[in-house]
Each structure stands twice: as structure tokens, then as C-alpha cells.
């Protein structure tokens, strides 16, 4: 019996960003201290760094001090990079009332947070994908298909570093240790296979990609998630891809890392040769064959059309070393670009302090100061959504899936003050009344049993302070 395919699919990432603070060109204070200062306005609403907040996203501080952005579940492309981007405007208002309390204190420096995955002593920080995939697929297996576009996919959606004085295409490829784990931050490995669903266990699974670098380019997000779905669902369907399994996975992500070419040769377990550009090729046909069927749910068809005209374009340009027709949507390609101008300018080599300065830049999320959001304002960068579409997601939950739920739950429960914990397939209530309730299902987007909770979240509230008047009368 076939697994079902699910081309309305319920996904969401999660985003770690790098946090430094400057004052006159100098260090102030360790990313752990400034941290404290980011999440202090959290802290002081909430009693806690770990919160889901208004748009039902979760905001927390991950471990090495990295705050982390994991966006409420989505099922559209689109969606899901509004509530991406809505990430950047809540941080960049505590980086703001972290500014003050730093000159408040008297401590004085700018705080700067960086969408990026490694810093300048080689650490990294993840950009993690998740999506809901049937329990009928058995994991391991699925995932080992996966792995060939997995591992050539940074082609298409890097975000480009300096690195070893060259430049590479993904920040992430030289950070995985292996293929597929259950492991995350022992090995890294491309896909992580730790079971936690967040859902009805029964039903589904959550595949969590931890390979993908973190992208300032709408365009490339689009491109990185939609590619993404396309062939999960080619696989479910059971459309034939080439086997291009690899002899060794890790030193083939590696090697295309540095060859922006795509004709890396890979060796396949079952004997010779292939390149990163015929992968990527002969998986694109697959998904533009899939598209010719495919149901229009989820993300629409003709967003689907689009994401395909893109990702056919950026092979293109790989092949024909052309990059013209793609850079103002390609991260990697964007960033090669105005630094390579930059270097020849200074006629100096890539590991030139100028150019690791831009490099890390780029990746500053203040829309009036960083590198990215400068290009996009002058043409550079090319858009996805609108200004007015990532505000929204800023402030509402999504509408099409559970998270409507989570957002409603929590705005009722904050302003009847109640004392409650929320997780992503449920919320537990302590005070004025104690009770819980799970939502198994990550498509629902009503629930009487919801409803219920809240009126008697309200009506033991109103009790309480019709009694506390009388007692005070």
C-alpha cells in the first residue's frame, strides 16, 4: 500500500542567529550577558526566555546563547516565509529595547544580531527545517533517497561564505558529519531522525532537515522550501528519480561546497560517476513531471510553477557560468558578486579582513543597517512577499493550521490573566481552573473542546473577581 502524499503539507523552520554588541569598534560584553539584556523584556512579561509568542512562533535562548526563532506550522510556501521574516521584526524590537537598557546601564555599544550559521571561530549555528511526512514511510530509507538532492541542494539555495581564503557556496556543508542520525549536535548529521512528531504519532512523523544554510534572500528561502516539497512529495508518489546514491555522502558535500561549477564528480555506491549539476537536473525533471498532476493544495500550483522556473534558472546558470539571469535572488550568487567587486577593487585576495567584514554584514537583520536589506533597497535583492504581509505574520498565527488554535488560546488565556503552559500540540492551564488539551492534529483549525477551555478559563476569572470585589466591598 502506497504512503498518501501530502502536497498540503504542515511545515516550519527554526532559525539561530549569531548576537554580538559593538561600542567605538570593540567587544562589549559576552554574547551570553548581551543575550540576557535581548530577552530581558521577555523574561520580564513572561518569567521565562522560552515563550510562544502572539503569532503562536516559539522564541527561546538555544544553547551557546544563540537566541532562536521556530515559526508557528505552515502549509504554503509563502506562509512560511512571512512567518520566517516575522522573526527578524520580533528580535529586531528587543534588539532595540536591549540597545536602551545597554545605555540605560550605562554599559552604552549596539547590539547586532546575524542571520548566518557560522561565526569567526568556526562555530555553527542551524537553520532547521522540519516537515510533516506520513507514519506509513518508513524514515531511514526515505531519508537515503532524500540524500542526493540533500547534499547538492546547497547549489541552488547557499548562502555563500569565505572560508580558508575561498569562497564556498554553503556555510552548513562543511558543519555535517554524517548522512542520516538520530543524533543533532554530536554528529550533525544532513537529516536527523530523532522521533518527535508534535503530532498524532499514529498518523505522522516530523522529518527534521538540519543541513540547509540560513537565507536573507526571499527568493532563496522560496526556492530552498519548495524545491524541497516538490520532491518529498515525487518520492511519495512513487515517481521514478535515477539512482544516485552516494559512495560517501559527507565528502561529496563537501567537495561540492568549493565547486560552484556543479561539475563535482561524485562517486555512487553502485559503481561510476555523476556531478552535482546532473542531481540537480534529473531531479528537476522529476518534480516538473510531478507538477503536471499534482493536486493544488498547499502551496498553489502556480506558486509551485514558479519555484520550478527558478530553480531551472539557477540551473542554467550553473551550467552556462551566467549568473546575470540570478543575481538578485540567489544568496550565494548575490553575495559572490559584491564581494567579488569589492576584491577587485582592493585588488586583494579573498582572505582580505574587508572582504570577512562584508562577508558577515550581509547577514545583519536591521533593515536600516545591514548589508542585505542596503541591496534590496536599491534593486539588488530581489522580493518574494511584501513589508505588509511579514508584519501581519508578525502579529496574527497562521489561519490555516493548528497554530490558529495555539494564538487564539494564548491571546485569551494572557488577558484573563491565567496561569497556563503551551506546547506545540497542546496547552496545559493551572490557575483559575486546571485543566489541559491536546491538538494531535497540526491541521485543525477549530475546536469546540478549545472553545470550551477558554469560556471556562473566562468564567472562573470573572468568578474570582466578582468574589474578590465583594470581599474588598
Not at 511545515?11 to 549569531?18: H, P, Q, R
Not at 565528502?251 to 561539475?263: C, E, K, L, M, N
Request: glycine share 6%; with cysteine; hydrophobic share 40%.
Amino acid at each position: 500500500m502506497a504512503a498518501p502524499v501530502y502536497p498540503r503539507r504542515i511545515m516550519g523552520v527554526e532559525t539561530e542567529f549569531a548576537v554580538a554588541a559593538f561600542r567605538d569598534g570593540e567587544a562589549v560584553l559576552s554574547p551570553d550577558h548581551i543575550s540576557r539584556y535581548l530577552f530581558r523584556p521577555i523574561a520580564a512579561k513572561y518569567r521565562s526566555s522560552n515563550v510562544f509568542t502572539d503569532n503562536a512562533s516559539r522564541l527561546y535562548l538555544d544553547v551557546g546563547a544563540h537566541p532562536e526563532f521556530a515559526t508557528a506550522e505552515c502549509d504554503s510556501v509563502t506562509q512560511l516565509l512571512n512567518y520566517d521574516k516575522s522573526g527578524e521584526v520580533i528580535y529586531n524590537e528587543l534588539v532595540e529595547a536591549a540597545n536602551e537598557a545597554l545605555a540605560g546601564d550605562r554599559i552604552g555599544g549596539t547590539v547586532y544580531l546575524f542571520k548566518n550559521n557560522v561565526d569567526s571561530r568556526g562555530n555553527s549555528y542551524g537553520a532547521h527545517e522540519n516537515y510533516l511526512i506520513s507514519r506509513e514511510l518508513v524514515l531511514k530509507p526515505f531519508a537515503k533517497q532524500l540524500l542526493p538532492f540533500m547534499v547538492t541542494r546547497q547549489l541552488i539555495c547557499g548562502a555563500g561564505l569565505i572560508r580558508d581564503g575561498q569562497f564556498v557556496v554553503s556555510q552548513r556543508a562543511d558543519q555535517v558529519w554524517e548522512a542520516v542520525s538520530s543524533a543533532t549536535t554530536r554528529t550533525r548529521p544532513i537529516i536527523n531522525t530523532r522521533d518527535e512528531a508534535h503530532a498524532d504519532s499514529n498518523r505522522f512523523r516530523r522529518m527534521h532537515v538540519i543541513v540547509g544554510d540560513s537565507n536573507m534572500s526571499e527568493p532563496t528561502f522560496a526556492l530552498k522550501i519548495g524545491s524541497t516539497l516538490l520532491v518529498l512529495e515525487v518520492l511519495e508518489a512513487g515517481i521514478g528519480l535515477p539512482d544516485f546514491e552516494l559512495e560517501d555522502p559527507i565528502a561529496s558535500i563537501r567537495d561540492i561546497a568549493v565547486d560552484p561549477t556543479g561539475q563535482t564528480e561524485l562517486a555512487l555506491k553502485s559503481g561510476g560517476t555523476t556531478t552535482a549539476l546532473e542531481v540537480q537536473r534529473a531531479t528537476l525533471d522529476a518534480a516538473k513531471r510531478w507538477l503536471e498532476s499534482r493536486p493544488d493544495e498547499g502551496t498553489p500550483n502556480e506558486e509551485m510553477a514558479r519555484i520550478v522556473e527558478l530553480w531551472e534558472r539557477v540551473l542554467d546558470a550553473i551550467a552556462s557560468q551566467d549568473f546575470s539571469s540570478v543575481d538578485t535572488e540567489i544568496d550565494w550568487v548575490i553575495k559572490r558578486k559584491l564581494l567579488g567587486q569589492v576584491k577587485d577593487r582592493l585588488d586583494a585576495d579573498w582572505d582580505h579582513p574587508k572582504l570577512a567584514q562584508i562577508d558577515l554584514t550581509y547577514h545583519d537583520i536591521d533593515h536600516n543597517r545591514g548589508l542585505f536589506y542596503l541591496l534590496e533597497r536599491k534593486g539588488l535583492a530581489a522580493r518574494w512577499t511584501t513589508d505588509e504581509a511579514i508584519r501581519e505574520a508578525a502579529e496574527q498565527a497562521p489561519q490555516t493550521t493548528r497554530a490558529a488554535l495555539r494564538g487564539h488560546f494564548l491571546e485569551q488565556a494572557r488577558a484573563a490573566g491565567a496561569d497556563f503552559s503551551v506546547t506545540w500540540d497542546g496547552m496545559r492551564v493551572n490557575k483559575p481552573i486546571s485543566d489541559h488539551l491536546k491538538l494531535p492534529d497540526p491541521f485543525e483549525t477549530e475546536s469546540a473542546e478549545l472553545e470550551a477551555l477558554i469560556a471556562a478559563i473566562w468564567e472562573h476569572t470573572e468568578q474570582a473577581n466578582t468574589t474578590g470585589d465583594n470581599d474588598r466591598g
